[in-house]
């Protein structure tokens, strides 16, 4: 779906007139420095929980910055990518990492969009997307997802097409991609499991597996690495364009509902189910829920105290970063004074390695 297709008049709540911190409880906040960028832009910076920026990264060259993520070792990993889903047009994609005076150490002009994440072993798992042409879906050529395994050098180790397994999501028989769709299925994240208690209750959740979120099929699933089959699924009537789904160290996923489809419900939730059983065990959702509302982009980090940062994007409004407690009190509130929006945001403690090795006080 194209970015004209995203747009809705606003979000909700709107945003204030005088932008940046509007809200901070400073004995029931976590304390750290927040990631964000702007959607559209070469730049990131980290803001304090007063709302000053304590550190900002710069690019002046290549495709708009489409997601950043900061890494142990200090640096910035940034997806680059101006996005273009028609299949007759030219895309720039990308991969790169910045050191802490913006300087490019790796990149990689792999098509990448979306997420990334760095692994373990020094790799890089992609989201990833090219023209291709599956009758079985749509007639005509179009632009498909897949996942991607990067080495350092930026060879190709690992791929999964979704094409091929399609069929084990036992999608219902009307199902179809919707009006000018422009990428399929619009895959927005994928992490690789880590080792938690859900292993034990199911080995679909086995570490190493990989957890996606696929926007147009309203639903999330979990890819087995060995064998590339679709293990397991949930979403389907609950959830409407998720985003960011995460694996927590209990073994729940927390998730970002949208509520943006066809159909479009019109207000959004932040979701924690128990993936063995599919039981939501927490959700943020105001009341009336149409007083939240955040079609697009979009995600949720759960904290150590147990709080959630939450991250409220729409393309045509400044962004909108807050902090809600488990009983669903926002005790920060952060507008993005460069009037706009945020795809998503990231909470890092000041003793984390990245925050050390970054040097930012």
């Known amino acids: 779906m194209s970015e004209d297709n995203f747009r809705i008049d606003h979000c909700m709540p709107r945003p204030p007139a005088a932008l940046g911190v509007?809200?901070?409880e400073s004995a029931r906040t976590r304390p750290g420095l927040t990631l964000c960028h702007s959607s559209g832009c070469r730049s990131?910076?980290?803001?304090?929980?007063?709302?000053?920026?304590?550190?900002?990264?710069?690019?002046?060259r290549g495709p708009r910055w489409h997601e950043v993520q900061l890494l142990d070792s200090g640096r910035l990993l940034v997806v680059c990518s101006d996005k273009c889903y028609s299949p007759k047009a030219v895309s720039d994609h990308g991969l790169v990492e910045l050191d802490r005076d913006s300087n490019v150490v790796w990149e990689s002009h792999a098509r990448v969009h979306h997420d990334a994440r760095r692994l373990a072993n020094g790799n890089t798992l992609v989201v990833a997307n090219a023209p291709a042409q599956y009758p079985e879906i749509q007639s005509e050529p179009f632009i498909y997802d897949y996942l991607q395994e990067?080495?350092?050098e930026g060879n190709v180790v690992w791929t999964w097409h979704f094409a091929p397994h399609q069929h084990q999501l036992h999608l219902p028989d009307d199902f179809a991609p919707p009006p000018g769709f422009g990428d399929w299925p619009h895959i927005n994240t994928a992490q690789?499991?880590?080792?938690?208690?859900?292993?034990?209750?199911?080995?679909?959740?086995?570490a190493g597996n990989v957890l996606v979120s696929p926007r147009h099929l309203h639903?999330?699933?979990?890819?087995?690495?060995?064998?590339g089959d679709i293990v397991w699924q949930w979403g389907e009537g609950v959830i409407?364009?998720?985003?960011?789904?995460?694996?927590?160290?209990?073994g729940n996923i927390l998730l970002f509902d949208n509520g943006w489809g066809p159909p479009l419900r019109g207000w959004s939730q932040v979701l924690e189910i128990e993936p063995a059983t599919g039981e939501i065990v927490w959700?943020?959702?105001?009341?009336?829920?149409?007083?939240?509302?955040s079609p697009v982009g979009s995600g949720a980090q759960r904290l150590p105290d147990g709080n959630t940062l939450v991250c409220a994007m729409n393309w045509n409004e400044p962004g909108r970063v807050f902090e809600v407690t488990p009983d669903g009190v926002i005790v920060w509130e952060y507008w993005n004074p460069e009037?706009?929006?945020?795809?998503?945001?990231?909470r890092y403690a000041p003793d984390s390695e990245a925050i050390r090795n970054l040097g930012v006080e």
């Not at 990131?44 to 709302?51: K, P, S």
């Not at 409407?240 to 209990?250: D, F, K, R, V």
């Open 22 to 24: 509007t809200l901070h």
């Open 44 to 60: 990131a910076w980290l803001v304090d929980l007063a709302g000053n920026e304590r550190h900002r990264w710069r690019l002046d």
């Open 150 to 152: 990067l080495d350092p």
């Open 192 to 206: 690789v499991l880590p080792d938690t208690p859900a292993a034990k209750r199911n080995d679909c959740f086995t």
């Open 219 to 227: 639903r999330i699933f979990v890819v087995d690495r060995r064998t």
């Open 240 to 250: 409407l364009g998720p985003h960011q789904p995460t694996m927590l160290p209990t």
């Open 283 to 293: 959700r943020y959702r105001t009341d009336p829920p149409t007083d939240f509302w």
């Open 339 to 346: 009037e706009r929006s945020i795809y998503r945001a990231y």
